[in-house]
T-cell receptor
Framework: DVKVTQSSRYLVKRTGEKVFLECVQD?????MFWYRQDPGLGLRLIYF???????EKGDIPEGYSVSREKKERFSLILESASTNQTSMYLC????????????FGQGTRLTVV | AQTVTQSQPEMSVQEAETVTLSCTYD???????LFWYKQPPSRQMILVIR??????QNATENRFSVNFQKAAKSFSLKISDSQLGDTAMYFC??????????????FGQGTTLQVKP
């Protein structure tokens, strides 16, 4: 089974903290993604990566950065957490090309207080 | 830019009955994929069904089928013989196809479906 694992299911951080959300996939996928899920807004793409050390901004990158030093790991970084970043964060991976299915992690519910 | 709209925030259905979830999208692309993903209370997002835009035949996966109307840019999901395990949030999603495809998905707002015993 393809597995995408996010390091935490629940996280509580203070305003101004630097926050790291980690994601690991075990299927040698080229593409990895970070989405943010909010009620009434669905999932919105923050950043994605199509190769090691390669990254592109998604639709809502402000306040976030990412790191992909190894193919299997994709990290989302909140440089200075703010209360409006309280949300559910979902990591996904896909092999790209003709295989279009994305596989998701179980999500991290982040609360910034 | 592509957009995906799900106009039904919540729906409910009795067990064993049939329910249809609506989705419309807007794109100028001619070649693309459409998806329905399911997110149960466990939060694990799972692919339900996929449709390639160039295929006229509607996709079917067991009790799940779609009604794909390309000209109308409509992509509804029909769940037959609903089961309690179908209770979840359902997301419609769009992906551009062809060169430069990076696998980026554009999601609708989601529809929460409750199956009642």
């Amino acid at each position: 089974d393809v597995k995408v694992t996010q390091s935490s299911r629940y996280l509580v951080k203070r305003t101004g903290e630097k926050v790291f959300l980690e994601c690991v996939q075990d299927m040698d996928h080229e593409n990895m993604f970070w989405y943010r899920q909010d009620p009434g807004l669905g999932l919105r793409l923050i950043y994605f990566s199509y190769d090691v050390k390669m990254k592109e901004k998604g639709d809502i990158p402000e306040g976030y950065s990412v790191s992909r030093e190894k193919k299997e790991r994709f990290s989302l970084i909140l440089e200075s957490a703010s209360t409006n970043q309280t949300s559910m964060y979902l990591c996904a991976s896909s092999s790209g090309g003709a295989n279009t299915e994305a596989f998701f992690g179980q999500g991290t519910r982040l609360t910034v207080v | 830019a592509q957009t995906v709209t799900q106009s039904q925030p919540e729906m409910s259905v009795q067990e064993a009955e049939t329910v249809t979830l609506s989705c419309t999208y807007d794109t100028s692309e001619s070649n693309y994929y459409l998806f329905w993903y399911k997110q149960p209370p466990s939060r694990q997002m799972i692919l339900v069904i996929r449709q390639e835009a160039y295929k006229q035949q509607n996709a079917t996966e067991n009790r799940f089928s779609v009604n794909f109307q390309k000209a109308a840019k409509s992509f509804s999901l029909k769940i037959s013989d609903s089961q309690l395990g179908d209770t979840a949030m359902y997301f419609c999603a769009f992906m551009k196809h062809g060169s430069g495809n990076t696998g980026k998905l554009i999601f609708g707002q989601g529809t929460t479906l409750q199956v009642k015993p």
